[in-house]
């Protein structure tokens, strides 16, 4: 018979699905009423390892569990400045979770990744009555709005889906936020497209950034700039946020350049199969005009620029009309 599960360690940066995990476990306590009255909420920045392993060793009022969830303790006791105030906290801990009543769940909620090296993660993987799981971010953060947008019940197209990835950059609690904004302005009725994120976001339409790219192609500076500053004062866009969404044009299409020069077919490659086929076949096209020497040069460039940036070596208004003109002379 497997060990009963009496501690968790919850932790990463991926925090909707951590909170789809603590739901779970907080959904197993029974009746909601009873559950409430064997449920402990605790801040880990105004608690210690004592009152943890008091609240974690009560026995369940009427029930047969006992929940105490603890939020931000692992990482503010082993942070620089904890002390020995801290390694003290770790090592009551470490000592006193083995031997937790198996009517108790406790569970530790860390928004940011542990070390596997972290004490308590070491004894969560060793301790048959730990439990640990990391939530880590995903690379390709496409997938995962498909399925929050199926989770609230909602549909999104394919070309939204991108979109809305290359605005958010990464971030998921915003993602997330957006997603139901964007269902909610919806109505929950019909699919969220690519006008409805150009609409509700920052977003500039991909329509703009393959002309720019296509101008640049045709070595044609002038209209690569006028688009570009058409770009900037019709959608208030932050030209450094243009700036990233031509370097994942020009990633994709040193990709595809360089599948196509090991004489292989562009469109299996993951980015591209999520994008429709009429924007799929024009990045090829666009690739082909580009050798992968130059494709890599611009890339190479690109990042260059986005670090004087990011600096403050060069104003972003200033590096786009100083890429262009560097790639267009």
């Not at 968790?8 to 909707?16: F, K, N, T, V």
């Not at 026995?59 to 969830?69: A, S």
């Not at 959608?235 to 031509?246: A, C, D, F, V």
Request: charged share 25%.
């Amino acid at each position: 018979m497997a060990a009963v599960k009496t501690f968790y360690i919850l932790h990463g940066e991926d925090e909707y699905s951590l909170k789809v995990e603590l739901k779970a476990i907080r959904s197993k306590m029974g009746d909601p009423t009873l559950a409430d009255l064997n449920t402990t909420l605790l801040d880990g920045k105004s608690t210690n390892a004592v009152e943890v392993l008091s609240a974690a060793g009560n026995f369940p009022f009427m029930g047969d569990k006992r929940l105490v969830i603890v939020e931000g303790l692992l990482t503010w006791i082993t942070r620089k400045g904890a002390g020995k105030t801290g390694k003290a906290d770790m090592e009551l801990l470490t000592n006193g979770i083995p031997s937790l009543p198996d009517s108790t769940r406790l569970v530790f909620v860390e928004y940011e990744s542990l070390e596997e090296s972290h004490p308590l993660v070491k004894l969560a993987r060793t301790d048959p009555h730990g439990y640990v799981k990391h939530f880590e971010p995903p690379r390709d953060t496409v997938p995962w709005i498909n399925k929050r947008v199926q989770d609230y019940g909602g549909q999104i197209e394919p070309g939204a889906a991108v979109a809305l990835a290359g605005v958010m950059n990464g971030d998921l609690r915003a993602i997330e936020s957006e997603c139901y904004k964007l269902l909610t302005f919806v109505g929950f009725e019909r699919p969220i497209t690519e006008a409805d994120i150009a609409l509700m976001t920052s977003y500039v339409p991909e329509t703009n950034v393959f002309d720019i790219v296509d101008a640049v192609a045709k070595q044609d500076g002038v209209q690569a700039l006028k688009l570009i500053h058409r770009v900037l004062e019709t959608t208030k866009q932050e030209p450094l946020m243009l700036l990233g969404m031509i370097n994942r044009q020009f990633r994709l299409l040193l990709q595809i350049r360089e599948v196509l020069d090991m004489g292989a077919n562009p469109r299996q490659l993951g980015d591209l199969q999520r994008l429709p086929g009429g924007k799929k076949e024009f990045l090829i096209r666009q690739a082909q005009v580009f050798s992968l020497e130059q494709l890599e040069q611009i890339y190479h460039r690109l990042a260059e620029y986005d670090y004087e940036i990011k600096t403050g070596q060069v104003s972003d208004d200033l590096a786009l009309d100083l890429l262009v003109a560097g790639l267009t002379a």
